[in-house]
């Protein structure tokens, strides 16, 4: 199993920036494409952006310019930037293969509140 731990929420003004990390417990994450996923409370959890294992990315439209994925595969971590931070981006943020695998956990996730 691989296991995923991330961190660096917190509450943040809106307009403001956070980073995001997310560590992975297996050098096998570099073989995977990755993502960060949120969920706000009563709504699905979402994939916002993901990063193939060659490092190409995609974002979802509603942070498009705002958030960049990164990863450090020798590291097993991944990143999001996330810049002119929103009210509508409040939500516990996920990091898990872009595609479902059963022996990769979900973690905890790491809180995001935007708000003045």
């Known amino acids: 199993q691989v296991q995923f731990v991330e961190s660096g929420g917190g509450l943040v003004q809106p307009g403001g920036s956070l980073r995001l990390s997310c560590v992975a417990s297996?050098?096998?994450?570099?073989?995977?494409?990755m993502g960060w996923y949120r969920q706000a409370p009563g709504k699905q959890r979402e994939l916002v952006a993901f990063i193939t294992s060659d490092s190409s990315t995609n974002y979802a439209d509603s942070v498009k310019g705002r958030f960049t994925i990164s990863r450090d595969n020798a590291k097993n971590t991944m990143y999001l930037q996330m810049n002119s931070l929103k009210p509508e981006d409040t939500a516990v943020y996920y990091c898990?293969?872009?595609?479902?695998?059963?022996?990769?956990?979900w973690g905890q996730g790491t809180q995001v509140t935007v708000s003045s």
């Open positions: 898990n293969t872009k595609v479902a695998i059963p022996a990769f956990i």
């Open positions: 297996g050098s096998i994450f570099r073989f995977f494409d």
